[in-house]
């Protein structure tokens, strides 16, 4: 660990590859669906942009379920130092659980990336 | 008299009936879901209460909305979490000799050889017993001291020597938290610089922006506190676990049910331990900037001076984990006294207590909120009345809740806990990290919030490791638009005198005492 008082640079080659997962996260939540919109624009030969499909599902959770496993997964199987079906598991279920919460309880509030496109 | 039980009255009425008269659960419900929410968190290692009620505040104001009916309920669930996460803290410590808050450190000394010797559920309950019973103590301290305070300083103290007092506590802050007191008001003053970027009390528009249009409303409050607080803590702590993989729980003895009682007689020769450890940890707490964990570390060690058995400590002693509970938990109540009757926060959980409060409904914290007014009913008009003042016993009166609930379900609760005490801190880390940002973007709409809790994030990461205490940061950050507004209306008032704040003798007296307490306890470090 990274002396205590001081900063080392292995403090900093730690919080570069920490922010690498979540920054790689995140651009799959703001990405992904509408690349994925885009892909599938390309295949039936359809113009909707995501932003007319940002309150629909599946598609307003592609980009949230895919960056939240992405930021996260890689993490815990850094700090535990393998891969685990449990954690998979395990994130899956809070995933599921904060789009209830902030999706479906609540109303006036959006996951990301909904609020930016 | 007659109008201070009058005020009371109504306070306690408000806290179980709407305006109109209708039973209202929705407050006690959620103190009770707060407490049981508290106690779970404080269980889990990895947690504590102030990431609890960080990531709580966004979600409650979404659910409850920022109307004044919905103050009660919010705060209500706030204050479980509060009481209930420095108990919930005492399973592993006890269970697995891991604190699962910081504050709970001490419990592990005599807890965990209490567990080997199979007497696990008997130190539970001590803990338990011992921490309501501080936790109680302090808040009777609390509904005394507040408001005497509160109206001695409303009585005393003007515009400028309000002022003077921020810039006290912000001193007293930096001098008893961190190792450098110098670093700990520098970074203070740059939590106040922060928090001063896009305001328009100065009447030119935005200031300090540096263009960004984004900034003009100033940087959103709960995702920097939440970067500086939650997320530096959960680098802090991945950086740590990722560094030393281990995982060392034992196993531990059955317990005989008979021997894990807590009798009359293990409570009669605690007393005296539980009393003192309370009465430490409810002064500690009165005191802003300083933490549970040396209240915790104070009452253990005046429990271990005042035994006739010293060397026995650290052996599996009750009046260890009595000493260290009661002790830690006795400061969740006072430390809301600086919070009530000054509006300054003194420790993480006030801070939360403060947000709510900003966020949710018109009533403020502070002096004022203990002016007495008199009880008038106006025809034509309606009733003149301090609302504030009710709504401050009604605060007081969900903090009795709380501890009938503690008294009560808290401890069954908390004993039924030791699965929790098992879940990996490296799983539940990244776990905190997507729910804060999925909090701070839902509550501050965009993606903006993000990169505010990131930068503020990693902000924190950078002063715990060079060992400079973040509370004085995130209270600058906080009290910065007050102090600037007292600041801004004393100039005024004085017809734009610069020195006015050095003109009136308390407030004078105020900033020497805080020249002097950081010129002192610089040199104490030294």
């Given at each position: 660990?990274?002396?205590?008082?001081?900063l080392s640079a292995d403090n900093f080659w730690f919080l570069f590859r920490f922010h690498i997962a979540i920054l790689l996260g995140l651009a799959a939540m703001y990405g992904l669906g509408p690349a994925f919109v885009a892909v599938q624009n390309a295949l039936t030969g359809g113009e909707v942009e995501y932003r007319q499909l940002a309150d629909t599902v599946p598609y307003k959770y592609i980009g949230f379920v895919a960056g939240s496993?992405?930021?996260?997964?890689?993490?815990?199987?850094?700090?535990?130092?393998?891969?685990?079906?449990?954690?998979?598991?395990?994130?899956?279920?809070?995933?599921?659980?904060?789009?209830?919460?902030?999706?479906?309880?609540?109303?006036?509030?959006?996951?990301?990336?909904?609020?930016?496109? | 008299?007659?109008?201070?039980?009058?005020?009371?009255?109504?306070?306690?009425?408000?806290?179980?009936?709407?305006?109109?008269?209708?039973?209202?659960?929705?407050?006690?419900?959620?103190?009770?879901?707060?407490?049981?929410?508290?106690?779970?968190?404080?269980?889990?290692?990895?947690?504590?209460?102030?990431?609890?009620?960080?990531?709580?505040?966004?979600?409650?104001?979404?659910?409850?909305?920022?109307?004044?009916?919905?103050?009660?309920?919010?705060?209500?669930?706030?204050?479980?979490?509060?009481?209930?996460?420095?108990?919930?803290?005492?399973?592993?410590?006890?269970?697995?000799?891991?604190?699962?808050?910081?504050?709970?450190?001490?419990?592990?000394?005599?807890?965990?050889?209490?567990?080997?010797?199979?007497?696990?559920?008997?130190?539970?309950?001590?803990?338990?017993?011992?921490?309501?019973?501080?936790?109680?103590?302090?808040?009777?301290?609390?509904?005394?001291?507040?408001?005497?305070?509160?109206?001695?300083?409303?009585?005393?103290?003007?515009?400028?020597?309000?002022?003077?007092?921020?810039?006290?506590?912000?001193?007293?802050?930096?001098?008893?938290?961190?190792?450098?007191?110098?670093?700990?008001?520098?970074?203070?003053?740059?939590?106040?610089?922060?928090?001063?970027?896009?305001?328009?009390?100065?009447?030119?528009?935005?200031?300090?922006?540096?263009?960004?249009?984004?900034?003009?409303?100033?940087?959103?409050?709960?995702?920097?506190?939440?970067?500086?607080?939650?997320?530096?803590?959960?680098?802090?702590?991945?950086?740590?676990?990722?560094?030393?993989?281990?995982?060392?729980?034992?196993?531990?003895?059955?317990?005989?049910?008979?021997?894990?009682?807590?009798?009359?007689?293990?409570?009669?020769?605690?007393?005296?331990?539980?009393?003192?450890?309370?009465?430490?940890?409810?002064?500690?707490?009165?005191?802003?900037?300083?933490?549970?964990?040396?209240?915790?570390?104070?009452?253990?060690?005046?429990?271990?001076?005042?035994?006739?058995?010293?060397?026995?400590?650290?052996?599996?002693?009750?009046?260890?984990?009595?000493?260290?509970?009661?002790?830690?938990?006795?400061?969740?109540?006072?430390?809301?006294?600086?919070?009530?009757?000054?509006?300054?926060?003194?420790?993480?959980?006030?801070?939360?207590?403060?947000?709510?409060?900003?966020?949710?409904?018109?009533?403020?914290?502070?002096p004022s909120v203990f002016r007495f007014t008199e009880i008038k009913v106006i025809e034509d008009y309606g009733t003149v009345i301090n609302k504030d003042l009710v709504v401050a016993f009604s605060i007081f009166t969900l903090m009795v809740i709380g501890n009938v609930f503690n008294w009560t379900i808290g401890g069954v609760f908390l004993r039924s806990l030791g699965v929790l005490a098992r879940v990996p801190r490296s799983l539940m880390l990244p776990i905190v990290f997507l729910i804060t940002l999925t909090a701070v973007y839902a509550q501050d709409g965009g993606f903006v919030a993000i990169w505010v809790v990131i930068a503020f994030g990693v902000l924190g990461y950078i002063l715990r490791k060079l060992e400079i205490s973040i509370l004085p940061f995130v209270i600058g950050f906080l009290l910065a638009p007050r102090l600037e507004e007292l600041v801004r209306g004393?100039?005024?008032?004085?017809?734009?005198?610069?020195?006015?704040?050095?003109?009136?003798?308390?407030?004078?007296?105020?900033?020497?005492?805080?020249?002097?307490?950081?010129?002192?306890?610089?040199?104490?470090?030294?």
């Amino acid at each position: 660990m990274g002396a205590i008082g001081r900063l080392s640079a292995d403090n900093f080659w730690f919080l570069f590859r920490f922010h690498i997962a979540i920054l790689l996260g995140l651009a799959a939540m703001y990405g992904l669906g509408p690349a994925f919109v885009a892909v599938q624009n390309a295949l039936t030969g359809g113009e909707v942009e995501y932003r007319q499909l940002a309150d629909t599902v599946p598609y307003k959770y592609i980009g949230f379920v895919a960056g939240s496993l992405l930021m996260t997964l890689p993490t815990i199987a850094w700090a535990e130092g393998r891969w685990s079906a449990r954690s998979a598991v395990t994130v899956l279920l809070v995933v599921l659980a904060i789009i209830v919460i902030f999706d479906v309880l609540l109303t006036n509030v959006q996951l990301p990336p909904n609020a930016n496109v | 008299m007659e109008l201070v039980l009058e005020y009371v009255a109504r306070g306690v009425y408000a806290a179980f009936f709407t305006p109109e008269g209708a039973f209202n659960w929705l407050p006690t419900v959620m103190v009770l879901a707060g407490l049981l929410t508290g106690i779970a968190v404080g269980a889990t290692p990895g947690l504590n209460g102030p990431f609890a009620m960080a990531l709580s505040l966004p979600l409650l104001i979404s659910f409850f909305g920022v109307s004044d009916r919905a103050l009660l309920p919010v705060l209500g669930f706030l204050i479980g979490i509060m009481k209930g996460a420095t108990i919930g803290g005492a399973v592993p410590a006890i269970l697995f000799n891991t604190p699962g808050t910081p504050d709970a450190l001490m419990t592990t000394l005599d807890g965990y050889p209490m567990a080997k010797k199979g007497l696990g559920v008997k130190a539970l309950r001590i803990a338990h017993f011992s921490s309501v019973s501080g936790d109680t103590l302090s808040d009777i301290v609390l509904f005394v001291a507040a408001p005497v305070l509160a109206v001695m300083i409303e009585n005393v103290l003007d515009v400028p020597e309000k002022a003077a007092l921020i810039i006290l506590s912000l001193a007293f802050m930096a001098a008893v938290a961190g190792k450098s007191p110098l670093k700990a008001i520098t970074i203070g003053i740059f939590g106040m610089l922060l928090a001063l970027i896009g305001t328009t009390l100065s009447g030119y528009g935005p200031r300090m922006t540096f263009g960004i249009a984004a900034l003009g409303n100033g940087l959103p409050l709960t995702s920097a506190i939440l970067g500086v607080l939650v997320l530096s803590e959960v680098l802090v702590a991945m950086e740590d676990i990722a560094r030393n993989r281990s995982s060392d729980l034992a196993s531990l003895p059955p317990g005989d049910a008979r021997a894990n009682r807590l009798t009359w007689l293990d409570i009669r020769q605690l007393s005296p331990t539980i009393f003192r450890s309370a009465a430490i940890g409810t002064i500690v707490g009165a005191l802003p900037g300083i933490g549970t964990t040396l209240a915790a570390t104070l009452g253990y060690e005046a429990a271990r001076r005042t035994s006739r058995t010293p060397e026995a400590f650290g052996t599996g002693l009750p009046e260890g984990v009595a000493a260290t509970e009661a002790a830690n938990s006795a400061v969740s109540g006072a430390n809301l006294i600086p919070v009530m009757s000054l509006g300054i926060p003194g420790n993480f959980a006030a801070v939360f207590i403060i947000l709510a409060v900003e966020s949710v409904g018109e009533f403020t914290l502070g002096p004022s909120v203990f002016r007495f007014t008199e009880i008038k009913v106006i025809e034509d008009y309606g009733t003149v009345i301090n609302k504030d003042l009710v709504v401050a016993f009604s605060i007081f009166t969900l903090m009795v809740i709380g501890n009938v609930f503690n008294w009560t379900i808290g401890g069954v609760f908390l004993r039924s806990l030791g699965v929790l005490a098992r879940v990996p801190r490296s799983l539940m880390l990244p776990i905190v990290f997507l729910i804060t940002l999925t909090a701070v973007y839902a509550q501050d709409g965009g993606f903006v919030a993000i990169w505010v809790v990131i930068a503020f994030g990693v902000l924190g990461y950078i002063l715990r490791k060079l060992e400079i205490s973040i509370l004085p940061f995130v209270i600058g950050f906080l009290l910065a638009p007050r102090l600037e507004e007292l600041v801004r209306g004393g100039y005024s008032a004085s017809g734009g005198d610069p020195y006015f704040l050095l003109k009136s003798p308390i407030a004078l007296a105020f900033l020497i005492l805080a020249g002097a307490l950081l010129v002192f306890a610089g040199r104490g470090r030294h």
